[in-house]
């Protein structure tokens, strides 16, 4: 059975930095990009990041360039978001999932799913 955890979300002041987690099992996920996706009360989910699933390479939305960081450990199960400099705007439900095939941006891109961690910065 896919699974996919995170873990890591909290409350944090602006221009904190919080460090979420994926945990991965159930398939050989070190094969498959992974991807970060959020959403805000009332909003659709976006894409936040994702990396290969060598880690040779990693994309970033303009909104968190420069101050958030994918990366995955040597075994490729565990997908890690560290989040520095957080804005309000930053406030979300954080979700990681696995890439299926198509524009890895889109939502309908990735297949499975974690449940989400609430990110939430306070002013």
């Known amino acids: 059975q896919v699974q996919l955890v995170e873990s890591g979300g909290g409350l944090v002041q602006t221009g904190g930095s919080l460090r979420l987690s994926c945990a991965a099992s159930?398939?050989?996920?070190?094969?498959?990009?992974m991807g970060w996706f959020r959403q805000a009360p009332g909003k659709e989910r976006e894409f936040v990041a994702h990396?290969?699933?060598?880690?040779?390479?990693?994309y970033y939305a303009e909104s968190v360039k420069g101050r958030f960081t994918i990366s995955r450990d040597s075994a490729g199960n565990t997908v890690y978001l560290q989040m520095d400099n957080l804005k309000s705007e930053d406030t979300a439900v954080y979700y990681c999932?696995?890439?299926?095939?198509?524009?890895?941006?889109?939502?309908?891109?990735?297949?499975?799913w974690g449940q989400g961690t609430q990110v939430t910065v306070s002013s």
């Open positions: 999932a696995s890439y299926k095939a198509g524009i890895a941006t889109l939502v309908r891109s990735y297949d499975y």
């Open positions: 159930g398939r050989t996920f070190s094969t498959y990009r």
């Open positions: 990396i290969t699933w060598g880690a040779t390479s990693a």
